[in-house]
């Protein structure tokens, strides 16, 4: 039996093929003209802050480029490289609120092609074997009625011919919202929530999420994954959260 939320998802996806086909392209942040349905406009793409230098380990927002970060020095995350498009601000913030909150998936198929691109020209190792997304518990998937990771996955999919593997790694059991947690809290609250479900892993994956905050999703995740015998872990996402 399909949800309310999923319902409502396929409902969405409809309308939206129909608009791309009837409308004119429409910029998602100042709702000008775009080049393509769905699509910024050149002004507001432009406009966007590209995390440009960073921390090759955690992506952390850096002055000078290919170094690590003080705090990945001290404690070196599981995973080895990270990848996030954007410093975590306006309007990236924005977009990524109505995809989660708002039930906007038109949202995913901008950030996931102008994350694509990021990695296009900023990607300097070995692709991966394949994309993981993010896990939600089932009692959020369906309440959200989709999971923004996938979503996100389904565009670079495409854009970059890896393939996304949703069948590898499960959410055990409900959390609690990770935003208002401490650092520690959030290492408290997400230890051992998730579960390799998949037969033999790839050797190597990138993890794939909407925001890296203060990254211990992600880590957990690695940490799972390399129990598990995955020998190379990146992690994606769309932004990076500064540290406070």
């Known amino acids: 039996m399909v949800c309310q939320p999923q319902m409502e998802n396929l409902v969405y996806h409809w309308l939206e093929s129909i608009k791309r086909k009837v409308l004119t392209p429409t910029c998602i942040a100042c709702n000008g003209q775009a080049s393509c349905s769905g699509d910024l406009c050149v002004g507001c793409k432009t406009d966007l802050r590209f995390n440009a230098c960073f921390c090759v380990r955690c992506a952390i927002p850096l002055a000078e480029q290919s170094a690590i970060c003080g705090a990945c020095m001290r404690l070196p ?20 609120r109505k995809l989660k909150y708002g039930y906007s998936l038109s949202q995913a198929q901008v950030l996931g092609q102008l994350l694509a691109e990021y990695l296009h020209q900023h990607h300097h190792t070995t692709w991966p074997d394949c994309i993981v997304p993010v896990p939600l518990s089932t009692p959020r998937y369906h309440e959200r009625g989709f999971n923004q990771a996938i979503e996100l996955g389904r565009v670079l999919e495409k854009n970059l011919k890896i393939p996304l593997r949703t069948d590898l790694l499960e959410r055990t059991r409900h959390t609690v919202e990770q935003a208002g947690l401490s650092r520690r809290e959030r290492r408290k609250n997400l230890r051992n929530a998730f579960a390799v479900a998949g037969p033999k892993l790839p050797d190597h994956v990138a993890i794939l999420d909407d925001v890296v905050t203060t990254g211990s999703t992600v880590n957990e995740i690695a940490r799972t994954l390399k129990r598990a015998g995955v020998s190379t872990i990146e992690v994606w996402a769309v932004a990076r959260a500064p540290l406070h």
């Open 77 to 96: 995350p599981r995973y080895q490289y990270s990848y996030c498009a954007f410093e975590y601000g306006y309007p990236i913030a924005e977009f990524v």
